[in-house]
């Protein structure tokens, strides 16, 4: 349907609460409102039709659970390169339709190709999310995509090829659906803390996983589609886990990229800079030296804005807090209630001349199907999303280098620092590339 051309425990606490949320999808499924699409002539008997590409366990315990639960989505596709993933996915999406016909693929491409698929879903390794993104809008379709992005140019090239293609494009998150942290935002942003001095974000630290001897590769796994565009490497047995390749920086940025893209973007649409960024950033961290995994695994980063507020990322925990001039707010961990210097603070609605920020309660994947028919841009957007990846992609850098490092936002690059701006993107494996 087109109407246009930290820690184990911090882990599983935020695991348990995505699957108490996929579970209640029947619940919210339906908006408040009837989406404008779903009404006039052509549009009730209409559904929208997914492709899903990545099986893994958030590409079915999450993501397909939550579309299936929609009474306006058809998944019609679903693709990854274990075959036992793909069927298992299938056998989810024909027992819950009762009927046969989903497809199931190895290459992702095949369900791009598909005329008759509207959307897709992308649930892959982090390296794979942009490549597959730009070609899914290039070939008109509307994407909904985990984050984050893999570098700094590959999330410009995204936020592009959205524009030009028109697509309604939304960084699977559901961060800006949760109350604690709309709430947050919203007192922020309406001055009941005072301006803003400092902010401060903690993100689980990331593990020590050894180095593994290679091995065969499994039979029903095509290895080199997994590895894509990364560079070659040899098949090792853990790599291709999901806990694992996070922390690999061929595939991911570690904790600081998976769980930054939640906590940063609640810090970016607090302090109104979700379209922009710090001028400055500066940082120190841990890798396990000599090992496949060797993202960092603590960190302390500071980010500065033009504004003069201050940033300050730490390791250990999913905190998040906010100081003003006339008090602070905050939760001391993942999805956890509001805190705040005082009652009134925590009382505080808004009323009729207050700012009031969009938000979907219903979360992202509802958020993306009524943007779909309304052609409206969803509350995390390409644009908004690789902003945060920046964010992300800065203290990595910052880390690696060892440095302070000035930063313009509008030029997106580094200022005076060659070799920084060098770490702003990296090469794609033969024949994989954005360019076309």
Known sequence: MRTTPRRTATRLSRRRFLRAASA???????????????????APS?????????????????????LLAQPDAEVAAVCDVFASRRDTARSIVETKYSKGGCGAYTDFRRIIDRKDIDAVMISTPDHWHVLMSVLAVRAGKDVICEKPTLTIREGRVLCEAVKRHKAVYQTSTEDR???CYHAMAQVVRNG???????????????????NEAPAPVPEGLDYDLWLGPAREAPYTPSRTERQHWRNCRDYSGGKLTDWGMHQLDTVQWALDVERTGPVEVEGKGTVNAGSTYDTFIDYDVTYRYSSGVEVHVRSGGTGLRFEGEKGWVGNPSFAAPLEASSKEVLAWKPGERDLKLYTNPAGEHRDFL???????????PSEVGHRCSTLCHLGNIAMRLGRKLR????????????????LRSRPMRAPWTLEG
């Open 24 to 42: 209640a999808a029947g619940a919210i499924a339906l908006p408040a409102i009837a989406p404008r699409g779903l009404l006039g002539e052509n």
């Open 46 to 66: 209409h559904k929208v039709v997914l492709g899903l590409i990545g099986m893994g366990e958030h590409g079915v315990n999450r993501n397909l659970s939550m």
């Open 177 to 179: 659906s949760l109350p």
């Open 192 to 210: 009941l803390i005072g301006k803003v001095a400092t902010v401060r974000v903690q993100l689980p630290a990331g593990e020590r996983y050894p």
């Open 370 to 380: 009524d943007c779909v028919r309304s052609r409206k841009e969803p509350y995390f």
């Open 407 to 422: 930063w313009d936002p509008a030029k997106e690059a580094f200022e005076g620092d060659a070799e920084a701006d060098g």
